[in-house]
Structures are given as structure tokens and as C-alpha cells.
């Protein structure tokens, strides 16, 4: 890898650029990412990233079999909220522990909730207004924290919880952000900002512990909070050093504030983008009739039911990258 001071370098100016750095491209940032080679050293405010534009040294870094990378919630800005959840741990506890999820998030098992998931999406959409504009990024929080709390943690609450937990999390989203640009020094100051970020905090620690009341656990065991307590457990696990309840707690926290905001984003940038391509979005809705057409739920257990949409999402992902793809090198 080349050293430090040979990488290429970019600076985004301007608050308002930066703040949208990882939803609008910046033009300067693209423009010189195509000269610069495999590597682009960018610079937004305080903080520097080191953009990978080669796919094979990428995919390296994001497998990171080495643990020179860590997952990004062990940036030090984010540990009020990552704290011992699946976020904040070293990157190989994080990727042991990521594996016993592996059977809630595989495709396998997302293509047995596909029914669940879009009866909660037709539900969402058939109380949506037709007579007048609406906020489309919010109503995609409010899918995505549906279908995170009621599909993938198998919990009953209340749509008033819904509503009070998506405050909860785009404000700890927010405030989390400002926290990774900020100088160092301004975080570690007492302040209102500090303040509102640790009541929220608790707040989204609360609500962990009332989707864990709420949960019911799906006969085969494999959905997120069966299999987080049961790695808590040292008889289950066999290991030496399960997770600890409190864990349990911040991973499903992590779990929400990581999953929801992201899907939210990239699903509204989705429609956008379809907006604008009047021939990708019939193509997209035609495929959703033929998959989901007359009732029918025909997801095959070998071949991909929607493989245009899943190109949209890449294509969306592509053009509107988000946090998810971070890697943290600490020093």
C-alpha cells in the first residue's frame, strides 16, 4: 500500500458539504477520486478518510482478515452509544459475534419473512396520503423501524412506541454525527449537545429493555434477540466469555440505530432516483406485480425473485454511499 504521503489528497469545504458528505457526493470528491488511483486521502473538517476506489484492496479491508480495521463503531466518538454492543467490539469478538446472528440476517431467512415484511410495507403504504405531499424519508423510518423491531426482533409494540422511538433514534443519529466532524476538544466539553445525546441514550437503552419484554421467539430460535441471549449464555455458547446482559441490551440498540437510519436513507434515495428514471421504476414495479401479484408470495429458494430491485439498491448504494462501508484504523 502506498505510504501516507503519497495518497492523493481532497478537502470539502463548506458546512453544508460536509454535512451531506456521505449522502451527495461531492463533485470535487468524484472528480478527483478518477485520477487519483487506488487511494484519495479526504479531507472534511477535522477528520480525514482515506477513500479506496479499487475493488479487491476494498473487499480486503472490508473482510479485514488481519484485525487491522475495526468495524466504525469504535470510532472514540461513538462510544457513548456502541458501548459493549456488536459495534464497539474489537474486530475479532465483532465478527465472532456477527456470525452467531448469521441465521436471523441470512437470505435464507429473510426470504421466509418476505411475507411478514410486505404485509408491514402494504400496511405503511395504504396509510399513506394520496391527496397531498408527505415526508418520504420519514415514512421509510418508519418501515425500516417496523420491520427491524416487529420482523427481525420478533417484537409486539405499540405504533405510539414506534412513533416515540423514532424520535429517539434520529435524534442519537444526528447528534452522533456531529459528534464524528466535531474537533475532539468540543465533545469532550459538558454542553446542552452532551446533554440531550445522553438523555436519548437512555432513553434507546429503556426501549431495548421493553423490546425484550415484548419479544416473542420464533419456534426455530433464529431471530436476533434469541440468538443475542443465547450467546449470553456461557452453557449455550460454550464459551468462556458469553455477552453479557448488558450486551445483549447495547447490541440491540446498535442494532436499531445502525439498521434503521441506513435503510431509511437508502430506500428514499431509491425512489428518488426512480423518480427521475421513468423506465427503471415501471421495470421495478412490474417485477414487485410478478413476484407479489394476486396475493401470491413466489420467492424461489434458488434463484434471486427480484434481481432487478437488487440492482437499484446497488446502483442506489453506488451513487449515495453510506457510513455502513466505514472502516476504523485505530492508531
Known amino acids: ?45 477535522w477528520r480525514s478518510a482515506i477513500l479506496v476506489n479499487d475493488l479487491r484492496l476494498a473487499r480486503s479491508v472490508l473482510l479485514n482478515r488481519d484485525g487491522e480495521f475495526a468495524y466504525w463503531g469504535r470510532l472514540p466518538e461513538l462510544r457513548p452509544v456502541t458501548r459493549q454492543g456488536l459495534m464497539g467490539l474489537d474486530p475479532h469478538d465483532h465478527h465472532h459475534h456477527r456470525a452467531l446472528l448469521q441465521p436471523a440476517l441470512s437470505p435464507r431467512s429473510a426470504r421466509l419473512l418476505a411475507p411478514h415484511i410486505t404485509a408491514v410495507a402494504a400496511e405503511l403504504a395504504g396509510s399513506l396520503p394520496l391527496d397531498r405531499p408527505f415526508a418520504l ?5 418508519s418501515l425500516a423501524n417496523r420491520i427491524h423491531t416487529e420482523v427481525f426482533l420478533r417484537c409486539g409494540v405499540t405504533r405510539r412506541w414506534h412513533t416515540t422511538y423514532i424520535s429517539t433514534q ?14 475532539p ?17 437512555r432513553r434507546g437503552h429503556r426501549a431495548a429493555d ?7 421467539a420464533s419456534a426455530d430460535g433464529r431471530d436476533v434477540i434469541s440468538l443475542l441471549e443465547r450467546a ?13 446482559c448488558k450486551a445483549v441490551n447495547d447490541s440491540i440498540v446498535n442494532f436499531l440505530v445502525a439498521g434503521v437510519e441506513t435503510m431509511a436513507a437508502t430506500w428514499t434515495w431509491a425512489w428518488y432516483e426512480l423518480s427521475r428514471c421513468p423506465d427503471s421504476l415501471y421495470a421495478v414495479q412490474t417485477e414487485a406485480d410478478r413476484v407479489f401479484g394476486d396475493g401470491a408470495r413466489r420467492f424461489a429458494t434458488g434463484a434471486d425473485p427480484l434481481p432487478y430491485t ?14 455502513l462501508l466505514m472502516r476504523y484504523a485505530p492508531p
Open 1 to 45: 500500500m502506498a505510504e501516507a504521503h503519497e495518497i492523493p489528497r481532497c478537502t470539502v469545504r463548506g458546512w453544508g458539504r460536509v454535512r451531506q458528505l456521505w449522502s451527495v457526493p461531492d463533485a470535487r470528491v468524484v472528480d478527483r477520486s478518477r485520477d487519483s488511483g487506488p487511494l484519495l486521502r479526504v479531507r472534511a473538517g
Open 137 to 141: 424519508h420519514k415514512a421509510m423510518e
Open 170 to 183: 434520529r435524534t442519537i443519529a444526528a447528534l452522533l454525527f456531529y459528534r464524528v466532524i466535531a474537533p
Open 185 to 201: 476538544f468540543l465533545t469532550r466539553l459538558p454542553g446542552p449537545a452532551t446533554a440531550v445525546l445522553n438523555r436519548h441514550i
Open 210 to 216: 421493553e423490546l425484550r419484554a415484548a419479544h416473542v
Open 232 to 244: 449470553s449464555s456461557a452453557d449455550a455458547t460454550g464459551e468462556e466469555n458469553p455477552l453479557s
Open 310 to 323: 437488487r440492482q437499484v439498491i446497488k446502483e442506489t448504494m453506488r451513487l449515495h454511499p453510506l457510513p
